[in-house]
């Protein structure tokens, strides 16, 4: 038999075997989130991530980017809340200087809902980078009452630190895509 003819029996076996892979495999089903009745997502699982890193990103998240211009003050107090004391300080600059004299001037209400998170890397069990899809919803402000549409959504991914302190999951970061 000649080299050809080896090479070429060789690619059509190749082949073959190829297309049988292909015809016989079944694919994974597609993996959806679950979602509540409230439009929030249910956090998944990763066997390798770190307990509760994900599911700390998709409650904790609301809190830091919703506000209301009624109550600033307390949504202020309840976004630190959920967040490490260093970036607690980092935040709180940030919110004074923008959020506050915008949503104040603007009579802004915004709500934000996590609709996809994942575990991007961890370090150890302590510290976790995770990538977060957020809605976020401008409910009422000035400017939406002279519009026809009574709200605007805003669809944002953020990469998220965390970091576990004493037990529980902290933003340590927060980095808009």
């Keep these: 038999m000649s080299r050809r003819v080896l090479a070429l029996l060789v690619a059509v076996v190749l082949a073959a075997t190829a297309v049988g ?10 993996v959806r989130p679950e979602v509540g009745e409230d439009a929030r997502y249910r956090a998944g699982t990763v066997p390798t991530a770190p307990d509760g890193a ?28 959920v967040m490490t004391p260093a970036f ?14 915008l949503a104040t001037s603007k009579q802004a ?35 939406l009452k002279k519009k026809a549409e009574p709200v605007e959504v805003s669809q944002t991914r953020v990469l998220v630190g965390v970091r576990r302190v004493e037990d529980r999951w902290l933003l340590d970061s927060v980095d808009p895509l």
């Excluded at 892979?21 to 597609?30: F, G, H, I, N, Q």
């Excluded at 607690?88 to 004299?101: C, G, I, L, Q």
């Excluded at 809902?113 to 961890?122: D, F, M, N, T």
Aim: negative net charge; charged residues 25%.
């Design 54 to 81: 994900v599911q700390a990103v998709a409650e904790a998240l609301p809190e830091a980017l919703g506000y209301d211009h009624t109550r600033l003050d307390d949504d202020l107090a309840e976004a630190k809340a």
């Design 109 to 143: 209400v915004s709500e934000a809902h996590v609709r996809a998170a994942g575990v991007v890397s961890s370090s150890g069990d302590d510290a976790a980078v995770v990538l977060a899809y957020v809605d976020q919803v401008l409910l009422s402000s000035a400017a």
């Design 21 to 30: 892979w292909l015809a016989t495999r079944t694919d994974a089903d597609p």
């Design 88 to 101: 607690s300080e980092e935040y709180a600059t940030t919110f004074d200087a923008t959020v506050r004299p």
